[in-house]
């Protein structure tokens, strides 16, 4: 099974809030967490709403509103399919969503591959399986590090940006898949390195359409508001012209606690029942049924 981590999404809906509702565009009100994974993006990852100038506009775009409507026609329209939820009035919510559209091109064209695996289907037979692949000669680098068994290669775009790949023995997800490729590009960047000579890498295409589960985003809150909603969609595409990463982040949020849902009191014990007036502070009248008088009067009350 196949996971992945876009957080800038996240960062962005989090700052339009800031910005939009909750009067704090310098950022200087905390965020107040209430699990692990929340009290680490807190820590290690929302120190980066002060880089959202790197992207371009088209790259990122965000939608606020108190009208839910408003923000699921912008997800619509740009083909994603997660949708919020409206919330009470009385609740005073506010609804964003944040889209990050980035397009990565190789400095060449690559050439189209195949990958082959084969898998035992038992009884000693062997499917032979075919994965469409890229081959790619130039303006890319490979690497050696010391705590990692395989190279780590690293594929220059037009634009700047640079995509890094390395076999992974044991999948990651959330938090913990950033934290390992992290650690990689530090080992890479920090000469925990050797630069090694390979003329040419061979990798998959690719096509993911995902919906990340980011529940761990709720309840955190900020200013007498809390997010009560979080959802994203996220999708990659891999072949021999580039890369290109799509992927939205939807939160809702309430201005108060949340009302409960509405509760029934039935009383089925023997209870007490007793009848006061103003102005006298003693009951006009006081009592305790059980179930030997719970009857309907045989003298309606409709005419009195």
């Known amino acids: 099974m196949s996971f992945s981590i876009t957080l800038f999404p996240i960062i962005a809906a989090l700052a339009m809030a800031d910005t939009t509702f909750l009067e704090d565009p310098a950022h200087k009100v905390v965020w107040a967490t209430n699990n692990k994974l929340q009290t680490y993006f807190m820590e290690h990852c929302w120190q980066y709403h002060a880089v959202l100038d790197k992207f371009s506009n088209k790259e990122l775009k965000s939608c606020a509103s108190n009208d839910v409507t408003e923000v699921n026609a912008f997800l619509r329209a740009n083909n994603f399919t997660i949708q919020l939820e409206a919330e009470p009035k009385e609740t005073h919510p506010f609804f964003i ?19 082959i695996q084969t898998k035992n289907g038992g009884l000693c037979h062997t499917e032979t399986i075919l994965y469409p692949a890229i081959t790619l000669k130039k303006h890319m680098k490979v690497y050696t590090v010391k705590k990692h068994k395989h190279p780590v290669c690293e594929i220059v775009t037009q634009n700047g940006d640079t995509v890094c790949m390395t ?21 890479v960047a920090n000469f925990d390195s050797r630069q090694e000579n390979y003329a040419s890498i061979t990798f998959p295409m690719i096509s993911y359409h995902e919906k990340p589960d980011i529940s761990w985003l709720k309840r955190m809150g900020k200013k007498g508001a809390f997010i009560s909603q979080a959802l994203q969609e996220t999708k990659f595409q891999m072949n021999q012209h580039g890369a290109a990463c799509q992927s939205a982040a939807a939160i809702g949020m309430l201005k108060s606690i949340q009302l409960a849902p509405p ?34 009067p045989a003298a309606g009350l409709e005419s009195n």
Do not use: N
Not at 169 to 177: H, I, K
Not at 273 to 284: M, N, S, T, Y
């Open 167 to 187: 076999i992974g023995d044991q999948p990651g997800q959330d938090f913990d898949l950033l934290g390992k490729v992290i650690a990689l590009d530090e080992m």
């Open 97 to 115: 969503a944040s889209i990050m559209d980035v397009m990565v091109r190789w400095m060449q064209t690559g050439i189209k591959a195949q990958i």
């Open 263 to 296: 509760k029934h009191l039935i009383i089925d014990r023997p209870f007490y029942l007793w009848i006061k007036r103003p102005g006298i502070g003693l009951p006009i009248f006081a009592a305790y049924f059980d179930q030997s008088h719970w009857q309907e």
